[in-house]
């Protein structure tokens, strides 16, 4: 790290320290709604992302646990050295996981086939039962029954293994954007939602207060959740605790709570991944590209105020 962007980080710090930065005080604070007892069974489970960390596996476990995580959410593995590499620093930290799974290829039908064998590979691999499955499913620019295909898969793959499998929304997949969503929600009862609800702000340029129906539909299906906040101009804020983004952070947590009050009532497992990204999708300084926030700071910080509004 160069001498500047130590201090900036460091001021940074002591600033948000000095209170200086708004402190999601109305996240802070539970509704009405979620003082009340939880029926048996419930339980809040925060996991942590590997993306920006710069380090080795067992490094990046140790980071998590650390700082009070659950668990990590990371791409599934495909060669045995890795998958080996991780399964042992989740077995030396106590740590849950949940696995992203996802393809890339324009063609459909390789794009189906990679991903088939991703999902596949990580629901049934013996060493490691994951709490759920996120896919980075589809295209935008795929037909309705092409993208379809990835939801049959994943439906018959979670009936046969009893794994969660959700679908997430997120740009340029599958359920890119809110009315684009409904469509696949209304057509097939067994999808199930990864809500990062801050890539519809960005796609509908919006908070979605002209969607409410659609996005209290995709509410009811959703079994795990991303926590960035996002904007109209961007899918995630330089810091959610500063004071000009009071009304965003608070539209989030209103969302995630929705979700919360849902499973407080089920008695079931709720599974929320803190996902501010690093540099550039965290915004950075013109010349220097030096991030403006420091992004392990800020998950931490969200992590710790899920668990003060939720658990």
């Not at 037909?143 to 293994?161: G, M, P």
Request: proline letters at 5%.
């Amino acid at each position: 790290m160069n001498h500047s962007r130590r201090n900036f980080l460091k001021s940074s710090s002591a600033a948000a320290a000095a209170g200086l930065f708004f402190p999601s005080g109305e996240a802070a604070s539970k509704p009405s709604s979620l003082n009340v007892p939880a029926k048996p069974g419930f339980r809040l489970v925060i996991m942590a992302t590997n993306w920006g960390f710069n380090g080795s596996m067992d490094a990046f476990c140790a980071a998590a646990k650390k700082e009070g995580y659950n668990g990590i959410e990371v791409w599934w593995p495909a060669e045995a050295a890795q998958q080996k590499e991780l399964f042992d620093a989740l077995k030396k930290y106590g740590l849950e996981v949940g696995f992203l799974c996802g393809g890339y290829q324009a063609n459909p039908a390789a794009h189906l086939e990679s991903f088939k064998k991703s999902v596949t590979a990580a629901a049934r691999n013996l060493a490691q039962k994951p709490v759920y499955i996120n896919c980075h499913s589809g295209r935008d620019h795929f037909s309705y029954d092409e993208n379809k295909a990835f939801i049959d898969t994943t439906a018959t793959l979670s009936t046969q293994t009893g794994i969660t499998i959700c679908h997430e929304t997120h740009r340029s997949r599958m359920l890119f954007a809110a009315h684009v969503a409904r469509q696949f929600i209304e057509k097939n009862p067994s999808l199930k939602l990864t809500l990062d609800i801050s890539h519809w702000c960005n796609v509908h340029e919006s908070l979605l207060a002209d969607q409410q129906e659609t996005v209290a539909l995709a509410l009811s299906r959703v079994e795990h959740i991303h926590a960035r906040i996002g904007h109209p101009e961007g899918p995630q804020v330089n810091d959610p605790r500063a004071p000009e983004w009071e009304a965003v952070v608070k539209q989030h947590f209103d969302w995630w709570d929705v979700v919360a009050e849902r499973k407080r009532k089920e008695g079931a497992v709720m599974t929320v991944l803190t996902e501010f990204g690093p540099p550039t999708y965290m915004p950075v300084l013109p010349y220097t590209q030096q991030p403006v926030a420091d992004q392990w700071a800020i998950n931490v910080h969200i992590m710790k105020t899920l668990r003060n509004r939720y658990q």
